[in-house]
């Protein structure tokens, strides 16, 4: 029987080394079903070495990732195939079209063709990419690429969806789109996690946000959560307010103040 209480994304006492380098120290959180999950902090805090322990690109040094139940050591395709991972940088067959891209990873999830048919126009059209859908994906721009990779990752109907900066690069239309999906796609059960350096985006969408330095988990909780760990608590405080603090950049931001 499925447990619809259990978390779909599970990161216990994870840790990664790189030689004498720790990058992520001693990491546990959960995402649950229907929630957003916004994974921040500063350049080289761990947060892509997280998320690629997630989706199977590392093997953590130790500690346990779980996704959709699944570890993802002793169970990998099982955990892979309950995934739709999104790099920061989109990874694209450039020399194939969008159309052709989608058939190809269908295949990989061996999905019935027709159903990847449907599927793809679907979501060629969701992401206003139907009368381009037989370009190749060189021609793109990175809004458009990054648009592909998405929907690449949205094709299986997984039930954790992973994005590494989402809407680095694109305009504000294209990360409108991008945020009210994902927000519908939460809404339909899945668990989103992702990460970006943009606080607004964090601030207005994610249902429960990580606070990540120096390989740390250093807070997590809601907004409000996050608020009451913070010297500046109150209503008042913004979420750049809160990962300043608790990341050791307010000093900076102060000084910022002193030489206006």
């Known amino acids: 029987m499925i447990d619809f209480t259990a978390p779909l994304i599970e990161a216990e006492h994870l840790a990664k080394h790189f030689g004498d380098k720790i990058a992520v120290n001693d990491v546990s959180f959960t995402v649950n079903r229907g929630e957003i999950f916004g994974f921040l902090g500063p350049n080289g805090a761990g947060k892509t ?10 093997k953590p040094t130790s500690g346990q990732a779980r996704v959709a139940g ?3 050591l002793a169970q990998p395709l099982l955990a892979k195939a309950a995934c739709g991972y999104v790099p920061d940088e989109p990874n694209l067959y450039s020399k194939l079209s969008a159309r052709e891209l989608l058939r190809f990873v269908g295949d990989l999830y061996a999905l019935p063709r027709e159903l990847v048919t449907r599927r793809s126009e679907e979501l060629l059209r969701l992401f206003d990419l139907t009368d381009a859908g ?6 793109y721009s990175h809004g458009m690429q990054q648009k ?7 094709l299986h109907d997984p039930k954790v969806l992973i ?55 250093v807070a ?27 990341t050791g950049g307010a000093e900076y931001a102060e000084i910022a103040e002193v030489l206006k």
Request: contains cysteine; proline residues 2%; charged residues 30%.
């Open 70 to 72: 699944f570890d993802v």
């Open 220 to 246: 997590v909780g809601t907004l409000d959560e996050l608020r009451s760990l913070g010297k500046r608590e109150g209503n008042g405080a913004s979420l750049e307010d809160i990962f300043l603090e608790l």
């Open 49 to 58: 070495t997280t998320i690629k322990i997630f989706v199977g690109l590392l």
């Open 148 to 154: 592909t990779s998405l929907a690449a990752a949205l």
């Open 163 to 217: 994005l590494d900066e989402p809407t680095v690069g694109l305009d504000p239309k294209s990360a409108r789109l991008i945020k009210d999906i994902l927000r519908q796609i939460a809404d339909r059960g899945a668990a989103i996690m992702l990460s970006t350096h943009i606080l607004e985006i964090a601030e207005r969408m994610c249902d429960r946000i990580g606070i990540i330095n120096q390989g740390k988990l």
């Open 134 to 139: 037989d370009d190749l994906v060189d021609s």
